[in-house]
């Protein structure tokens, strides 16, 4: 029987205690973003309870390697996080490995095999369609910046254009509900390109 509770409280005490604020975007907030858009991409694609447990464990543990080493390869340490600490909440070692699949199929260009790993996919990804576009993307901005990633608005909204030009949503609820706003915000990317040459 697992513990979801308990397990949301570890990982929202964890992320707290190691929070950097150099981080902006790959925080708490993030998190419990892609747990809550998770849920409700679950719930309309119809994917059962057990499912949906695992969904919930590996949109709590996608990003937790951010915290612990960077972004190089952190879905792999997010991997590693969730193996040491799932045990603890009732997780058996199929269903570990099971959320470490699900959390593989995040990393960029992501790869989902499954409705669960779509689901997840287009959670971690579903401010891009929605009025918090600037905003969120704001605070990736501000990281890749302190990361020494990028140094400039002109190479983040680049970077944007690429990326928005190759993302495609893999829900049917996010292809309705989330695509026709990121095409508006993708244009909104382009014309600034042109206006500011």
């Given at each position: ?16 205690e190691h929070d ?94 499954d409705k669960t ?15 918090d576009f600037v ?63």
């Amino acid at each position: 029987m697992t513990d979801l509770r308990d397990m949301h409280a570890f990982v929202v005490r964890w992320m707290r205690e190691h929070d950097d604020k150099k981080m902006p975007y790959h925080g708490l907030a993030h998190t419990l973003d892609v747990v809550e858009s998770a849920m409700r991409i679950a719930n309309a694609e119809g994917i059962g309870n057990e499912e949906m447990d695992l969904l919930n464990a590996a949109a709590l543990f996608h990003d937790t390697g951010h915290q612990i080493s960077g972004p190089k390869n952190h879905e792999e340490v997010s991997c590693g996080f969730a193996r040491e600490h799932l045990p603890q909440f009732g997780f058996d070692n199929i269903q570990v490995e099971r959320i470490c699949q699900l959390i593989m199929a995040t990393r960029i260009p992501q790869s989902p095999f499954d409705k669960t790993s779509r689901a997840l996919c287009d959670a971690d990804l579903d401010y891009l369609g929605r009025p918090d576009f600037v905003s969120k993307g704001k605070n990736l901005f501000d990281e890749m910046r302190y990361r020494g990633d990028l140094a400039t608005q002109r190479e983040w909204n680049e970077l944007q254009d690429r990326f928005l030009g190759m993302h495609h949503y893999h829900t049917k609820y996010a292809k309705k509900n989330r695509d026709p706003a990121k095409k508006k915000h993708h244009e909104q990317v382009r014309q600034w390109l042109k206006d500011n040459p």
